[in-house]
């Protein structure tokens, strides 16, 4: 279940306040990938720059959740592609 969220364009004007915080892209796509993941909580992310040009968002979740979700990490990344048009990768953090 996702919210429906609208993303604003960038003022023409000067005005710094025209569009909230709420409302640009950035904040738009990320409360997306929270909503996606919602049993579950995001507790790092990386933006990889491949040599290609190419960028890969790797999301790590909490390993508390993984028996209930691992098997959902597919369908998280081409949900978010399809709705984002972002390559992410979803992956548990490696416990020492």
């Known amino acids: 279940m996702v919210a429906n969220r609208k993303i604003m364009r ?3 004007s000067g005005i710094s306040n025209a569009r909230p915080r709420s409302r640009t892209l ?3 796509h990320d409360a997306i ?3 996606l993941v919602y049993p579950t909580e995001i507790v790092g992310k990386r933006l990889r720059h491949k040599v290609d040009g190419s960028k890969v968002l790797k999301v790590y979740l909490n390993p508390k959740d993984r028996n209930t979700t691992e098997y959902k990490l597919d369908t998280f990344s081409s949900v978010y592609q399809k709705l984002t048009g972002k390559h992410v990768v979803f992956e548990f ?3 020492d």
């Open 33 to 35: 990938l929270e909503d």
């Open 10 to 12: 960038k003022p023409s």
């Open 26 to 28: 950035t904040a738009v």
């Open 93 to 95: 953090p490696l416990q």
